[in-house]
């Protein structure tokens, strides 16, 4: 078993490259999100385990949304695999490159994409086996400009990136332009103010607009 991430995935987050992180407060409010996010072209989404409603969530999204792709983050506990894998999303997300959670995501063939920010990190990660790492917090440790230095070393391994972390709309061509940009995610197009006062159209508004930045 791997916890590798599949190409088909790879494949389907490359054709999206925005994966929404909405910050969701309510169960109730999950439907009327969504659809927005979908109305606006959006396919990916993370839903982080920093709420005691995020396996709820995950789960509804999977059962009245099967359009919709799931990203379960800040998985930083191993007994924590087997919750979002059983939840239905389809890649376990984490701020951190864990052995413990890789292994169970392995033992569980669970793709998993741990999170990195150092050359180090980046090299054990490629050790272990893995090439799809998630760049975090990706503009607080430099950006764009940091990540191209400490990703040449390891460009001939065919890795990739999904940064996550402070990145806003106005970075988004910069990101996507390079290939080794798997996806970018962000909680600008479905922020806790927008989701709190219901704005479902301005979400899927700032769904579109996400998209047209695309390089």
Not at 57 to 77: R, W
Not at 128 to 134: A, S
């Amino acid at each position: 078993m791997s916890a590798k991430v599949p190409q088909t995935i790879k494949d389907s987050l490359y054709s999206s490259r925005i994966i929404a992180s909405p910050h969701i407060a309510n169960i109730e409010d999950v439907p009327y999100v969504i659809e927005a996010l979908v109305k606006g072209g959006i396919d990916w989404v993370e839903i982080t385990l920093r709420t005691p409603i995020a396996l709820q969530i995950i789960h509804l999204i999977q059962k009245q949304f099967p359009e919709m792709n799931v990203m379960a983050g800040t998985v930083i506990d191993p007994d924590q695999v087997a919750q979002v894998q059983d939840a239905g999303a389809s890649v376990a997300v984490s701020p951190n490159l864990s052995r413990k959670v890789l292994e169970e995501a392995s033992a569980k063939a669970m793709p998993f994409v741990p999170g990195v920010a150092t050359p180090t990190e980046i090299g054990l990660g490629i050790e272990i086996g893995l090439d799809t790492f998630k760049f975090f917090p990706a503009e607080m440790i430099g950006g764009m400009g940091y990540l191209k230095r400490v990703y040449a070393p390891y460009a001939h391994k065919k890795i990739q990136f999904i940064p996550l972390g402070g990145i806003t709309e106005e970075l988004i061509t910069e990101y996507t332009r390079e290939n080794f940009i798997l996806a970018l995610g962000g909680s600008w197009i479905s922020n806790k103010e927008l989701i709190k006062t219901k704005s479902w159209e301005q979400i899927t508004k700032n769904a579109q607009f996400a998209k047209s930045k695309l390089a």
